[in-house]
């Protein structure tokens, strides 16, 4: 979750020009590739690849964390299975496609469950890949339902948050290719460290298919756009992935608008039309498609310090469903399955 510099504006700027900004950073996002971007290169994960792309094609995708799994002072809960089981038969009727933070904790029951309730496809997350044994997990997880587990994404902006490097992608990446050559892998940042790091491209080479943060809450002219401005910035950002960064599938793993607090502009309604007009503007394709995110608020994220230090409000609200499940407002404009 990260800002790019280069297209910032300033949220107090006189309204005509904050319309010139809001034009200039599309205008900048649009500009010709100044790279060729890291191509792909088929391998034995080709079969669950293809059935990735038909899900993004086909399917909707969710980023999904149970809600029994809560995270203190670095300790994390265990989700049971069956409140799993409850936020997963919640999300069916809206979703066929799950993208998961961590098989740890109970998480690594997901895609087995997932497989029961119908849903065509997981993407399993690995908080840690230097955990040998989450990434046993994951790899479990796999074996037990193939055809539902279409890859797996490792770490969540671990070089953002400082987590981890470059190169610890890269041996997590070769690690798991010679366990499991048929299984498709990526990693998660946010889309201006895939642009602008030096190293990225030198790991970008090794995965099957892009997963990436997009977050236009974060730019400094978020709270004065309109919906329309928003969505743009995502489909802008991943446009130009394609060009600068990354040649196969991408899948934008985060973005969205939190319901609250209000006073940083965000309210149910902000959510509700942000998707709307994304939907308009991105249509899903095998190359380029967004997940929704996040599936249920989180109350406790507010305070948790990872990848950013400090208190966060806006993490508890990310939800399309509140903690105890119930649909929010934005579930209106998508249709059911």
């Known amino acids: 979750m990260t800002a790019l510099p280069k297209i910032a504006t300033n949220r107090h700027q006189h309204p005509a020009m904050r319309i010139i900004c809001l034009c200039l950073f599309s205008l900048l996002l649009a500009l010709p590739a100044v790279a060729a971007p890291v191509c792909a290169v088929p391998t034995e994960a080709a079969p669950a690849l293809e059935r990735l792309q038909s899900a993004m094609t086909e399917g909707r995708f969710i980023a999904y964390q149970p809600t029994d799994l809560k995270i203190w002072d670095g300790t994390p809960t265990r989700a049971s299975e069956a409140s799993i089981r409850k936020d997963l038969a919640a999300l069916r009727p809206w979703f066929d496609g799950l993208i998961t933070y961590g098989a740890h904790s109970g998480g690594e029951t997901i895609p087995a469950i997932a497989k029961e309730l119908g849903f065509r496809a997981v993407i399993i997350g690995v908080w840690n890949p230097a955990d040998e044994a989450e990434v046993a997990n994951a790899l479990a997880a796999w074996g037990a339902a193939p055809e539902t587990v279409v890859g797996v994404s490792l770490g969540n902006e671990m070089v953002f948050g400082r987590r981890g490097t470059w190169p610890d992608y890269a041996r997590a990446i070769e690690t798991i290719r010679k366990k499991a050559p048929g299984l498709p892998l990526t990693m998660t940042e946010p889309f201006a460290v895939f642009l602008d790091d030096p190293e ?57 608008v939190p319901t609250a607090p209000a006073g940083e502009g965000f309210s149910p309604e902000a959510q509700k039309t942000f998707y709307t007009e994304l939907a308009r503007q991105l249509a899903p394709s095998r190359m380029l498609a967004f997940a929704y995110f996040a599936a249920f608020d989180a109350p406790w994220r507010a305070y948790d310090e990872t990848p950013v230090p400090g208190a966060h409000p806006e993490e508890a609200h990310w939800g399309l469903f509140t903690e105890s499940r119930a649909p929010k407002p934005v579930l209106e404009v998508i249709p059911p399955l």
């Not at 943060?213 to 401005?229: M, R, S, T």
């Not at 489909?235 to 990354?246: I, W």
């Open 200 to 256: 990225a491209p030198s790991v970008l080479g090794m995965v099957d298919f892009l997963a990436v943060n997009i977050h236009p809450v974060f730019e400094p002219w978020f709270a004065e756009a309109p919906a329309f401005n928003r969505a743009e910035f995502v489909v802008k950002a991943g446009e130009r992935l394609a060009r600068e960064a990354f040649c196969g599938p991408i899948l934008v793993k985060e973005t969205g």
